[in-house]
């Protein structure tokens, strides 16, 4: 899937954007067992925003897909800052219980300040 983006409006101000994806779904790598989770992406955009309908088939897209949390939540981060690359980003996973766990993983990108 495609992450698409689009300019942001007000590239000259630090804003915060959050999105919330409570039916996210993907499969245990290890008995095939589906997972769910609600993935939260809260970013300050520097030239681009994400675009919420490729957003929402891009994370569609692991439905089918065996991975840990700790990868699917990093690759999601990997993607849309390659994607957009933003001033910050953080996404959550906060995956339901399974087996008495809950499991929640923060990654966090932060863009690297530029010396002149």
């Not at 300050?44 to 897909?65: A, G, H, T």
């Not at 994607?83 to 499991?103: D, H, L, Y």
Request: charged share 20%.
């Amino acid at each position: 899937m495609i992450l698409e983006s689009f300019p942001n409006p007000n590239p000259e101000r630090d804003y915060q954007i959050e999105m919330s994806c409570p039916e996210f779904t993907c499969l245990c790598p290890k008995t095939g067992q589906p997972d769910f989770a609600e993935m939260v992406i809260s970013y300050i955009p520097d030239r681009l925003c994400v675009e919420l309908k490729s957003l929402k088939l891009y994370l569609w897209s692991f439905r089918d897909q065996g991975t840990f949390h700790e990868a699917v939540t990093n690759r999601i981060l990997d993607d849309l800052v390659a994607a957009v690359a933003p001033r910050f980003m953080s996404v959550t996973g906060k995956f339901w219980v399974r087996g008495g766990i809950t499991t929640v993983v923060t990654v966090v990108h932060r863009q690297e300040k530029q010396t002149t």
